[in-house]
């Protein structure tokens, strides 16, 4: 007789058998929900290139970090969109006591206190007229050395404003080491940076353009990784780790998996993966098209990240597939 003994199918036959043996789980507590505010709207902002998406009102701000809780969802990112004419060439809205992102960060946490992790984006290219994540020096190039100190000073004064965990997103030498000084200099000594570690130039990030009403012209090539490059993810890692990150992220997401799991298997601290705009918009215009199935298509790119190893993941559907979660387990 010629046939196998073993079946890999015997594992597959029924939805109970395949429950039982998965090796990885989506669990909502681990999914962080980034958010925009903006200022000076009175109702919320659709962003067209990601459907259901929105520029919060300080007050649906609040609502959807409500709705955030009610869900389960573990954690928020807070990022702020300034009125244009505030915006200058040192981001001034950012050190601001009552910039936009600041006014977000304590209108959130009063509104649910410490049922999430609230986090926010330490980075200039939100509150800048050039739309650069750092100051320029005089011949127009971003200037890293002169870019920490506004760093440092944003992080203060946004864990004054209530942010549990900081998210510097960057990509300036030596970041994690000035706000992590700066944060225990100002008594903030438990709040946490969550370094974007990894963090490589990307296409992908189209829609977040539109999303934060950027103001760049031309790319982050100098500062933000290159993509070819795998091994300097973990010099990265190292770097942040050794300047006092609690956790790191990588950043894009699915383009990144091989980069995700390396981090991941060298990591001693939480590793976290940032599903970002450009890889939700296209599962949103293909579902529309009627080419993938929405709810699938989102349910398995999560899943790449679990199992590539990450232990949080950044994404816009937290809520949503928060609360599919909620439903499958039965209420
Ligand atoms: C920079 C920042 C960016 C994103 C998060 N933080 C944009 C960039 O680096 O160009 C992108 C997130 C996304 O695309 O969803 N503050």
């Known amino acids: 007789m010629n046939y196998p003994r073993t079946r890999p199918r015997r594992l597959r036959t029924t ?25 000076g709207i009175s109702e919320p902002v659709a962003i067209s290139s990601m459907p259901g998406v929105s520029q919060h009102t300080l007050d ?52 649910v206190g410490d049922d999430l992790v609230v986090m926010s984006d330490v980075c200039l290219d939100e509150v800048t007229d050039h739309g650069h994540c750092g100051v320029l020096d005089a011949r127009g190039r971003v200037d890293n050395d002169a870019t920490l100190p506004r760093y440092a000073e944003m992080a203060v004064v946004q864990a004054d404003a209530g942010a549990h965990v900081l998210g510097p997103s960057g990509m300036m030498d030596g970041q994690i ?49 290159d993509p070819p490059n795998a091994r300097e993810a973990l010099r990265e890692l190292e770097l942040d780790l050794a300047e006092g990150a609690d956790m790191v992220m990588v950043k894009p997401g699915m383009p990144y998996l091989d980069v995700l799991r390396s981090v991941a298997d060298a990591s001693p601290v939480p590793v976290a993966a940032y599903q970002i705009s450009g890889e939700y918009a296209m599962v949103e215009a293909a579902a529309e098209r009627g080419w993938l199935d929405r709810e699938r298509a989102i349910e398995e790119t999560l899943m790449s990240f679990r199992r590539a190893g990450a232990d949080m993941v950044l994404t816009y559907w937290a809520t949503e597939f928060a609360q599919r979660l909620r439903v499958a387990a039965g209420g």
Do not use: C
């Open 177 to 225: 080491g000035v706000i992590r000084d700066a944060l225990e200099a100002a008594g903030h000594h438990d709040v946490g940076v969550l370094a974007y570690s990894v963090k490589y130039a990307s296409a992908f990030y189209g829609p977040f353009r539109e999303a934060v009403n950027s103001s760049l012209k031309g790319d982050r090539r100098t500062y933000q990784q």
């Open 60 to 111: 649906s701000l609040r609502k959807a970090a409500a709705e955030a809780v009610e869900a389960g969802v573990g954690s928020i990112m807070l990022f702020g969109v300034p009125e244009d004419a505030k915006k200058d060439a040192v981001g001034t809205p950012g050190t601001d006591p009552d910039g936009i992102l600041q006014r977000g960060l304590r209108a959130v946490r009063e509104e």
């Open 15 to 39: 939805p109970a058998m395949r429950r039982m043996v998965a090796q990885h789980r989506l669990d909502a507590s681990d999914l962080i929900l980034p958010a925009f505010v903006r200022e």
